[in-house]
Antibody, heavy 117, light 110 residues
Framework: EVQLVESGGGLVQPGGSLRLSCAAP????????MHWVRQAPGKGLVWVSR????????YYADSVKGRFTISRDNAKNTLYLQMNSLRAEDTAVYYC??????????WGQGALVTVSS | QSALTQPASVSGSPGQSITISCTGT?????????VSWYQHHPGKAPKLMIY???KRPSGVSNRFSGSKSGNTASLTISGLQAEDEADYYC??????????FGGGTKLTVL
């Protein structure tokens, strides 16, 4: 069973930083594109960022470009999302998800990030 | 990139069929055969139900089916069951290595 386990969520003040991690111990992590998707309270899913299998091709949604950095450590089977200059509107549950041929076949349970003073 | 348009809510009685629409544009749904559908029970991980518009992953009930016509994709659930009650999201590849989700549809089984 493929498992994705997010960690690192929490409460942070506006302007602050937080780093999310997504551990993927059960499959050949280095073979897959990985994504972050978020869901603000009471809202729908929104795509945030994608990194390809070797980590050299990266894309972001306009809303986070320049503030968030996606990365991966294939030796540790772990995906990261460094979030800087956080705003209230970044408050959301953040999901990591594995992609196969333009669909997300496995998702984590999510990590809650709350940006508030 | 604007979100795909889904009805906010749909409902049906056990045993009935319902259809959830997902309307995009010629830049996303209309251009690519990469529409997927996800079932999301609050507090849990979203689950892939349909991919590439019409394909069902192994283990997903054949009560779930997908289709597409022009810029609109649809998810049909037949023989509604209580455990189908959840939020459902469509998603489409939108080119330029970006993906767009629908706003989500809350399914209520009466």
């Amino acid at each position: 069973e493929v498992q994705l386990v997010e960690s690192g969520g929490g409460l942070v003040q506006p302007g602050g930083s937080l780093r999310l991690s997504c551990a993927a111990p059960e499959f050949t992590f280095s073979s897959y594109w990985m994504h972050w998707v978020r869901q603000a309270p009471g809202k729908g899913l929104v795509w945030v960022s994608r990194i390809n299998s070797d980590g050299y091709s990266i894309y972001y949604a306009d809303s986070v470009k320049g503030r968030f950095t996606i990365s991966r450590d294939n030796a540790k089977n772990t995906l990261y999302l460094q979030m800087n200059s956080l705003r209230a509107e970044d408050t959301a549950v953040y999901y990591c998800a594995r992609m196969v041929n333009h669909h997300f076949d496995y998702w984590g349970q999510g990590a809650l990030v709350t940006v508030s003073s | 990139q604007s979100a795909l348009t889904q009805p906010a809510s749909v409902s049906g009685s056990p045993g009935q069929s319902i259809t959830i629409s997902c309307t995009g544009t010629s830049s996303d749904v209309g251009s690519y055969n990469f529409v997927s559908w996800y079932q999301h029970h609050p507090g849990k991980a979203p689950k892939l139900m349909i991919y590439e518009g019409t394909k069902r992953p192994s283990g997903v009930s054949n009560r779930f089916s997908g289709s597409k016509s022009g810029n609109t994709a649809s998810l049909t659930i037949s023989g509604l069951q209580a455990e189908d009650e959840a939020d459902y999201y469509c998603c489409s590849f939108a080119g330029s290595i970006t993906w767009v989700f629908g706003g989500g549809t809350k399914l209520t089984v009466l």
